[in-house]
């Protein structure tokens, strides 16, 4: 008598920053698919075009995984709020039961599944700084924390788009004649290809211009590098900020001096530099912390996975919704 094995699930992960999404799907076969589409951020661009371009993406996912029923699928949104913080994001929900991706989603915050890889296993912090930042961390005892990440008007220290405000703000008194010079406001007016007071009115146009400020942070951490007195400045107030934070985390929920860590997010990621003042910060403040570079759509990936066996555990410890989408 020959075993027959049951198709692997069909699986399918969002992970909607700030900026821009990262979809991943496997299919039954195994077949892995990864693709960027546009922010589904209802901070960065708005309720309606949210629902727009979560649809179309969702569209997308159900094309790829055509035939494949149910889905499993994780949708690891910057709009959705941490352990009830906020209230749900009702329009993405409505979108997300409607999208006809068939099976079990999950709807949590884009910072949770990192709670869950592998390298904490719900026990640990992590810092993030992507446009936005946030430090979320979860005890040994089960009690969760999250500081910062109340959107870019109230905090948000340490993030791509905090980086880069300060930065265009120096570059702005720079060419006022009321800060030190800087090359910052070369790499500003040649970056956006307008003058200062031009740049200004346009960003101030834009309506929601969090994301195109936040593009910025790159060449402000660049000048950092190249010494640059106002951007070393800049880069080492954000990072003591994130670094202030994540101890304040630690010490809340008496984690020791050898932390769990892990650190995400696209500054994090893409900056040696950044990471490594966190990092040297820690250590000034006695944390030995056993650190790791996090990808949050691999995480996402894995959470889907995981949820199977412990979803009700790891949802009711962090918040978040289990959708059945008919």
């Keep these: 008598m020959v075993a027959v094995t049951a198709p692997a699930a069909a699986t399918y992960a969002l992970d909607a920053g700030g900026s821009r999404t990262v979809v991943r799907t496997r299919g039954p ?21 949210a629902v727009r371009h979560m649809s179309a993406i969702l569209g997308e996912v159900r094309a790829e995984l055509a035939g494949a029923t149910p889905l499993r699928g994780c949708i690891a949104s910057s709009s959705y709020p941490v352990a009830g913080e906020a209230p749900s994001p009702e329009a ?8 006809g991706c068939t099976g ?15 390298h904490l296993r719900g026990c640990g912090v992590v810092v993030n700084s992507g446009t936005g930042s946030a430090v979320v961390g979860r005890g040994y005892d089960g009690r969760l924390i999250k500081l910062g990440g109340h959107e870019h008007i109230l905090s948000d220290q340490g993030s791509a788009y905090s980086l880069a405000r300060e930065g265009l703000r120096a570059a702005t008194r720079a060419v006022d004649g009321l800060g030190p010079a800087t090359t910052l406001l070369a790499r500003a007016e040649a970056f956006y290809g307008r003058s200062m007071p031009a740049l200004g009115r346009w960003l101030a146009e834009l309506g929601r211009a969090r ?57 994090m990621r893409g900056s040696v530099s950044f990471r490594s003042l966190v990092v040297e910060g820690l250590t000034r403040r006695g944390l030995y912390p056993k650190v790791t570079v996090l990808d949050s759509t691999d995480a996402t990936v894995a959470f889907v996975d995981r949820a199977e066996e412990h979803g009700t555990e790891m949802l009711a410890a962090v918040g978040g919704l289990d959708l059945a989408v008919a």
């Design 211 to 267: 994301s195109e400020v936040a593009r910025f942070a790159a060449e402000v951490v660049a000048a950092h590098e190249e010494g640059d007195e106002q951007a070393v400045a800049i880069v080492a107030a954000e990072a003591e900020a994130l670094t202030s934070t994540a101890v304040l985390a630690v010490t809340r929920l008496g984690l020791g001096d050898t932390p769990v860590m892990g650190l995400s997010g696209g500054v």
């Design 92 to 99: 993405l929900v409505r979108t997300i039961m409607g999208s």
């Design 104 to 118: 079990r989603v999950l709807l949590v915050n884009d910072v949770v599944p990192l709670l869950w890889s592998d």
């Design 29 to 49: 076969d195994g077949r892995v698919r990864t693709w960027e589409g546009s922010s589904c951020a209802i901070a960065t661009v708005g309720e309606a075009r």
